[in-house]
Antibody, heavy 124, light 106 residues
Framework: EVQLVESGGGLVKSGGSLRLSCAVSGITFSDAWMSWVRQGPGQGLEWVGRIKSKGSGGTTDYAAPVKGRFTISRDDSKSTLYLQMNSLESEDTAIYYCTWHYYDSSGYHYIGYWGQGTQVTVSS | DIQMTQSPSTLSASVGDRVTITCRAS??????LAWYQQKPGKAPKLLIYKTSSLGSGVPSRFSGSGSGTEFTLTISSLQPDDFATYYCQQYNSYFTFGGGTKVEIK
């Protein structure tokens, strides 16, 4: 059974930092491309960024609102994904979901599986 | 950046109704379009990928169609379990989600 379990959320002051973790089981994590997606209170879904597998270069890409402030990393030995969030703003208040990419023969990746999310609240 | 626009934002329907949700992209995303269902307090769940391919375990009453910049999600006969919010997502260039369509009970 695939499991994505986020942790590390909580209340932080504006300008502060927080690191989220996502423990992954049930898949070969080292082969996985992963993304973080967030959802503000009563809002829709917003892609935060992704990390490719090391076999695909291990590179990261970020959405404009978080670029330069957030960093995605992975520890394949621990099957764990991370999201380091710095210079947090009230607009970053959201549920943060860890997601696993599926892909088909075309090579295009899409989100196939979601964790249950962790709440991050930034107070001003 | 590719923008995704869903309509309507809210839809009131009854059990047994045929329901259609539209998603428009600001530029062509080819067929790289997915749909997700989200229930209150839960994580989204994949319904459809590559415009019209059903995700694992997804009932056949769900279907997707379209190409380029215009796409639709259709529920052929709405069931009680289908009252939820639906999101489209393009994956032609990174990921962008539509604003969501809430399907509520009429």
């Amino acid at each position: 059974e695939v499991q994505l379990v986020e942790s590390g959320g909580g209340l932080v002051k504006s300008g502060g930092s927080l690191r989220l973790s996502c423990a992954v089981s049930g898949i070969t994590f080292s082969d996985a491309w992963m993304s973080w997606v967030r959802q503000g209170p009563g809002q829709g879904l917003e892609w935060v960024g992704r990390i490719k597998s090391k076999g695909s270069g291990g590179t990261t890409d970020y959405a404009a609102p978080v670029k330069g402030r957030f960093t995605i990393s992975r520890d394949d030995s621990k099957s764990t994904l991370y999201l380091q969030m710095n210079s947090l703003e009230s607009e970053d208040t959201a549920i943060y979901y860890c997601t696993w990419h599926y892909y088909d023969s075309s090579g295009y990746h899409y989100i196939g599986y979601w964790g249950q999310g962790t709440q991050v609240t930034v107070s001003s | 950046d590719i923008q995704m626009t869903q309509s309507p934002s809210t839809l009131s329907a009854s059990v047994g109704d045929r329901v259609t949700i539209t998603c428009r992209a600001s530029q062509s995303v080819n067929n790289w379009l997915a749909w997700y269902q989200q229930k209150p307090g839960k994580a989204p769940k994949l319904l459809i990928y590559k415009t019209s391919s059903l995700g694992s375990g997804v009932p056949s009453r769900f279907s997707g169609s379209g190409s380029g910049t215009e796409f639709t999600l259709t529920i052929s006969s709405l069931q009680p379990d289908d009252f939820a919010t639906y999101y489209c997502q393009q994956y032609n260039s990174y990921f962008t989600f539509g604003g969501g369509t809430k399907v509520e009970i009429k």
